[in-house]
């Protein structure tokens, strides 16, 4: 079966690579590029063999009509009145998006579960759920998880777009962790924690309310969670390479046999944030739409950690280039 999909926003930086990843994932699809100005698709149209169409977030249903059906809108691009949400939706389209943060998605999450008519993939996660899914994989061979401290390191050259610059005054706000059990909204500036890279310089980092948050507190019940980041020289830069968008995941707890355990992944992606959060869209794309062999989610509200396998989700990753280690960290805190 063939699918049409409709990446709004699409020939932004995040957006440009969510329509490269998919065309080379060598799917049957058909790709339509929708955005207020037109003309700046034409290239990226043609690399991709995609269709162009104007489409305003303020008249979305509009943008949507002139495409004709689509069978999923992603949305790469601001929308903090949910309106491409809704006409999306309203179009009778699945939906992915991936701005929202702990503090804003639950008018989206109302919005979907009310007009939702085929799934309506909320990943406002870090990189567009892959926080999400390394830290799952890491906590298998946990019997119990106390701790999970998750800092991005944002490399100032490692370029961004609009969506994302527009979306930086939401980094900076009071941030949702997780501290001894309990729902704790924090102030930035005084919880800076400073990240030990083992031989890499250290990093200074501050906490960020993002969804991987409240997601992981649900699949490990740890104690504590935090998510942090900050700005530095990244693994790719230091290699003398191109910046890269590098996310440690640090896990403490105990095995089977009740001894403590601490492990440290790293996730790097040698051609940055952008890649890497495009290539999180595409994996919720394909399971969304069933084109990793499995059926379709059910209609509704849906988060990549409940119907996507965080292992199928990291060798997705490998296969663009990602790279992803762990190792052993000491057992307790310095």
């Not at 080379?24 to 690399?47: F, Q, Y």
């Not at 961004?160 to 962790?177: E, K, N, Q, V, Y």
């Not at 230091?238 to 890269?244: D, E, I, K, V």
């Not at 001894?259 to 959060?277: F, Y």
Request: hydrophobic residues 45%; proline residues 5%; charged residues 20%.
């Amino acid at each position: 079966m063939k699918h049409r999909v409709l990446v709004a926003g699409g020939y932004g930086l995040v957006g440009g690579w969510i329509v490269r990843h998919l065309r080379a994932a060598s799917h049957d699809i058909d790709l339509v590029i929708g955005g207020r100005r037109p003309d700046n698709a034409t290239a990226l149209a043609k690399e991709c063999d995609a269709d162009v169409v104007q489409l305003d977030s303020d008249d979305a249903a509009t943008g949507l009509a002139a495409a004709g059906p689509v069978d999923l809108v992603i949305a790469a691009l601001q929308d903090p009145d949910d309106k491409v949400l809704r006409a999306s939706l309203r179009a009778g389209a699945a939906y992915i998006g991936i701005v929202r943060k702990a503090d804003t998605v639950g008018r989206t999450a109302m919005a979907a579960a009310g007009l939702a008519r085929r799934p309506a993939l909320i990943m406002g996660h870090w990189q567009a759920g892959v926080t999400t899914f390394a830290a799952l994989v890491a906590a298998r061979p946990f019997a119990h998880v106390d701790q999970i401290a998750l800092a991005a390191l944002f490399d100032t050259a490692d370029p961004i777009g609009p969506m994302t610059s527009s979306d930086s005054s939401a980094f900076f706000t009071r941030a949702l962790t997780r501290r001894g059990g309990h729902w704790a909204e924090i102030e930035q500036s005084e919880n800076v924690r400073t990240v030990d890279r083992g031989g890499p310089p250290a990093f200074a980092a501050q906490p960020m309310g993002v969804l991987d948050v409240p997601a992981l507190v649900t699949a490990t019940d740890a104690a504590d969670i935090r998510f942090d980041i900050g700005m530095g020289d990244s693994l790719g830069t230091l290699a003398g390479s191109a910046p890269s968008h590098d996310i440690y995941i640090d896990l403490r707890g105990s095995d089977h046999d009740g001894t403590s355990m601490a492990r440290r992944t790293v996730v790097s992606d040698p051609r940055g944030q952008a890649h890497l959060t495009a290539l999180g869209v595409l994996i919720g794309a394909e399971r969304v739409l069933g084109l990793d062999g499995a059926a379709p989610p059910r209609a509704g509200v849906v988060f990549p950690e409940a119907v996507i396998d965080p292992a199928h989700a990291l060798d997705r990753l490998r296969m663009f280039g990602v790279a992803i280690t762990t190792s052993s960290l000491p057992a307790t805190n310095a």
